[in-house]
């Protein structure tokens, strides 16, 4: 049964991950249109988005609707990176810093949408400590820390279920399809698909996840993606 070699992290390639992700790009421009039409969560900046979205929802007075717009709009305007908001400075107060260009722009869009100024500053505070957290703890990638606790659903699942039919390789497999499809978690690189474009790529399989990871592209959008080009280029593999 083949399985991907996890190596340490430490041997990762960066020159390897940059030609990783210049791949994964054309295959996504070849064969993304084989996909389903939509998934859940197919860039992972929309995670953060939703994110946004929630801390806005509960900390303005605003309609989950009207919250879930200025979520959005904000974000189509390029101001919403993780990594940028990380770096703005919090105040002694708890605040963030109000002279920031970037918090000075967002502040103009929520005061121009009736956004108060107390709810600004306490939503742009939030969303600034958790991207903050995000950055220093999963290298500014919610599919990091996902991808890291849904690992662990499957593992607890698989400890309690045993199928007497297959190999334990096997039914890992299907519990973390089943988990990618039901919860719409990044859990990535299951399938003997993906195993075998990481050997004809000569990458291992944290230089597949940091690829993924820097285009931005779900784990688990990745995976039906191999399969389609595999199947394609070598056939159907059981």
Request: hydrophobic share 40%; charged share 30%; aromatic share 8%.
């Amino acid at each position: 049964m083949a399985r991907m070699k996890k190596v340490s992290k430490k041997e990762t390639r960066p020159e390897r991950v940059a030609a990783l992700e210049a791949r994964i790009r054309e295959i996504y421009a070849e064969y993304r249109h084989h996909l389903p039409a939509d998934y859940r969560w197919e860039d992972e900046s929309s995670r953060w988005t939703e994110l946004v979205y929630c801390i806005f929802a509960e900390l303005t007075k605003h309609s989950y609707r009207d919250a879930r717009r200025l979520a959005n709009d904000i974000a189509d305007l390029n101001l919403l990176a993780v990594e940028d908001l990380a770096g703005i400075p919090i105040m002694d107060d708890g605040m963030v810093n109000p002279d920031n260009s970037r918090v000075r722009t967002i502040t103009d869009i929520l005061k121009s949408n009736g956004v108060s100024e107390d709810e600004i500053n306490r939503s742009l505070s939030a969303i600034c400590k958790v991207a903050q957290a995000i950055q220093e703890n999963y290298d500014g990638k919610i599919q990091k820390f996902l991808r890291k606790y849904g690992r662990e659903i499957v593992n607890e699942f698989d400890s309690h279920v045993s199928f007497s039919e297959v190999s334990k390789g096997t039914q890992s497999r299907i519990l973390v399809k089943w988990i990618q499809n039901t919860l719409a978690m990044p859990l990535a690189f299951s399938n003997v698909y993906t195993v075998r474009f990481c050997e004809n790529e000569g990458a291992t399989y944290w230089e597949l996840a940091e690829a993924a990871d820097n285009i931005g592209i779900n784990g688990a959008v990745l995976d039906d993606l191999l399969e389609v080009y595999i199947v394609d280029t070598e056939g159907k593999k059981i």
